[in-house]
């Protein structure tokens, strides 16, 4: 690791986002807030869409908001072994054969033994695996491939209806869902089921009768209500509902 990686690792973990040693927007507005105490509210411009229909903003949002894993740092918490953008192959076991053709057997055969594991025991088998590195085109292609695809499918699994409205609705929901996963149970998830309730709503209205600006804005509201559920020791978070909320706030109406 190079001096100026650890610099910026450092940074990053002090102001409570993902610390990959690869600063992009997220991490400089974090910087912004902890330097200001106020939100930076312009957001960078985004890159086509790699998928059709769905939207490229939600993609550089959620990459830039996972940051790259690497097998040999475990994340922390209740996490399994990570690899690549927020492959976590304890909680997901399958998703290890993601990385096959990408990694050599040999290291799959190896990372197979985390496959399940989380939390502490997950933690005492990272160093095994310190030779293993993953590029950040490698985990682009894995993301693109095979997370994403999947990630969009729970989301429309979980908002039945959500098509009904702009691509943006699906994109910062898929974000939450790949961030949050997709239960609805118990208050910390309660604005998670008012969302699905108002797509719910949204799709039983006659479509004359649909407002999709207000709709937008109930659930732009929700998103960063979420926001009650963490500090400032997490501003990563708090930077990623903000931007996930103006994705479907501030989406051009035809």
């Known amino acids: 690791m190079t001096t100026t990686e650890s610099i ?8 409570g986002v993902v610390s990959d040693g690869s600063p ?20 960078a411009p985004a890159p086509a869409a790699d998928i059709e229909g769905f939207p490229g903003a939600a993609i550089s949002l959620i990459l830039e908001a996972e940051g790259i894993d690497q097998a040999s740092k475990w994340p922390g918490g209740g996490s399994g072994i990570s690899i690549g953008y927020g492959c976590d192959i304890g909680a997901d076991p399958g998703s290890l054969e993601f990385w096959r053709g990408i990694l050599t057997d040999e290291q799959i055969n190896r990372l197979s033994i985390a496959e399940g ?12 695996f310190s030779d293993i590195h993953v590029s950040a085109p490698d985990a682009r292609t894995v993301f693109m491939k095979s997370t994403l695809p999947r990630e969009i499918a729970l989301t429309r699994q979980t908002y039945p209806g959500i ?6 609705v699906l994109g910062a929901m898929t974000s939450i869902v790949y961030n949050r996963g997709p239960d609805l149970g118990g208050d910390r998830r309660s604005e998670m089921r008012e969302i699905r309730d108002i797509i719910t709503q949204f799709g039983e209205t006659p479509p004359g009768g649909r407002d999709v600006r207000a709709t937008l804005g109930k659930i ?30 501030d989406t051009p109406i035809g």
Do not use: C
């Not at 989380?118 to 088998?125: R, S, V």
């Not at 978070?237 to 706030?249: S, T």
């Open 8 to 15: 910026v690792r450092a940074v990053q973990t002090f102001v």
């Open 24 to 43: 992009g927007e997220i991490t400089w507005k974090a910087i912004y807030a902890k330097l200001t105490g106020k939100e930076w509210a312009e957001h």
């Open 117 to 128: 594991k989380t939390g502490g025991a997950a933690q005492a088998l990272a160093h095994q």
């Open 163 to 168: 098509d009904l409205l702009p691509s943006t």
């Open 220 to 249: 732009a509201d929700l998103i960063q209500r979420m926001k009650r559920l963490w500090g400032n020791d997490q501003r990563g978070l708090l930077i990623r509902r903000d931007a996930e909320a103006k994705l479907v706030r």
